[in-house]
């Protein structure tokens, strides 16, 4: 399978712990996202990368939140001490950034949950 | 990035065409219109996006108004398969950050 791939599925944590998922973008893609959707919403950007540089951040994204992507392909986000309130399908999707209109695909997304 | 306004949900006969509208009445001139659907416990999926042309793909058609105020997608043979929360997406196709900016959707539901 060549599309995006995200690990793990799920994940459930206690209140305070650190958590990390991985983001696989398809292999040609410059530009990856991140977005956060729960229950009822539709996805909400978090943050995006064009190759290693993250360039924009959303408000949504606080300090205990982070994300990289040290080598332009895979990507990482960590949530830092959670809360319940950070429990939510986080979505990856990669685009290939030519000057034109590109279109996003999605991965499958890491279900959280805190308890 | 323009707003869009969407009907909350829609039923759709299986077999039939299904027609989803979007009013998107402050659009700017180099703004595309993007459609996304996402079935349930999944990631969004790309359908197709277009700038002014009527545009076709095998998952579907976009057809958008001349002053590119409305558009509608439409699927040519709905099936159950289709189930889904369908977005339509404003925003502009080069530059920036090309971040998706979703509504609420309109949910199809498709029925034998």
């Known amino acids: 399978d060549t599309g995006v791939s995200q690990d793990p599925r799920h994940k459930i944590t206690k209140r305070g712990q650190n958590v990390t998922f991985r983001c696989d973008p398809i292999?040609?893609?410059?530009?990856l996202y991140w977005y956060r959707q729960t229950l009822g919403q539709g996805p909400e950007f978090l943050t995006y990368f064009q190759n290693e540089a993250q360039l924009e951040k959303s408000r949504l994204l606080s300090d205990r939140f982070s994300a990289e992507r040290p080598k332009g392909s895979f990507s990482t986000l960590e949530i830092q001490r959670t809360e319940q309130g950070d429990s939510a399908m986080y979505l990856c999707?990669?685009?290939?950034?030519?000057?034109?209109?590109?279109?996003?695909?999605f991965g499958p997304g890491t279900r959280l949950t805190v308890t | 990035d323009a707003k869009t306004t969407q009907p909350p949900s829609m039923d759709c006969a299986e077999g039939r065409a299904a027609n989803l509208p979007c009013n998107h009445s402050?659009?700017?001139?180099?703004?595309?219109v993007y459609w996304y659907r996402q079935i349930h416990s999944q990631g969004p999926q790309y359908i197709i996006h277009g700038l002014k042309n009527n545009e076709t793909n095998e998952m579907a058609s976009l057809i958008i108004t001349e002053d590119r105020k409305s558009s509608t997608l439409i699927l040519p043979h709905a099936t159950l398969r289709d189930t889904a929360v369908y977005y339509c997406i404003v925003r502009v196709g080069s530059g920036n950050t090309g971040k998706l900016i979703f509504g609420q959707g309109t949910t199809l539901q498709v029925k034998p």
């Open positions: 402050t659009i700017s001139g180099n703004e595309y």
């Open positions: 999707a990669s685009s290939l950034h030519s000057g034109r209109a590109d279109e996003q695909y």
């Open positions: 292999s040609e893609h410059n530009r």
